[in-house]
């Protein structure tokens, strides 16, 4: 599911409010990861783990079940990433950082590599 955020921008920069509490989803980790322009992470699922991602830095390319999505830094979008479903990532840009939101914390176990 992608979820567009509103970018509040003027001649000092930019804010995007990338989540809130109240929107239900209890973010229990962050992880930022660095992803190599041109390879994929590997894809994977997680059992019980759901995620949120966005980009934070360079240009991403994310891969969820049978979709590939573009995400950027700055562009205010999210991707939530539910139990169970496939996902991979790739950077684009010589820097990438995808930040990750995890509802609970990873413990052992909980990634199936494909």
Do not use: Y
């Not at 809130?20 to 590997?42: D, M």
């Not at 939530?80 to 990750?100: C, F, S, T, W």
């Amino acid at each position: 599911m992608l979820m567009k955020r509103q970018k509040h921008e003027d001649h000092r920069g930019w804010v995007i409010e990338a989540w809130r509490a109240s929107e239900g989803f209890g973010c229990q980790q962050v992880t930022l990861v660095g992803c190599a322009p041109g390879i994929w992470k590997g894809l994977h699922f997680h059992p019980r783990k759901a995620s949120v991602w966005m980009c934070a830095g360079g240009r991403l390319l994310a891969r969820v079940g049978d979709s590939v999505v573009p995400l950027a830094a700055g562009d205010g979008v999210l991707l939530a990433i539910p139990p169970g479903v496939p996902h991979d990532v790739m950077g684009l840009a010589k820097r990438n950082v995808l930040v990750e939101l995890d509802n609970e914390e990873f413990v052992e176990g909980d990634k199936v590599r494909l």
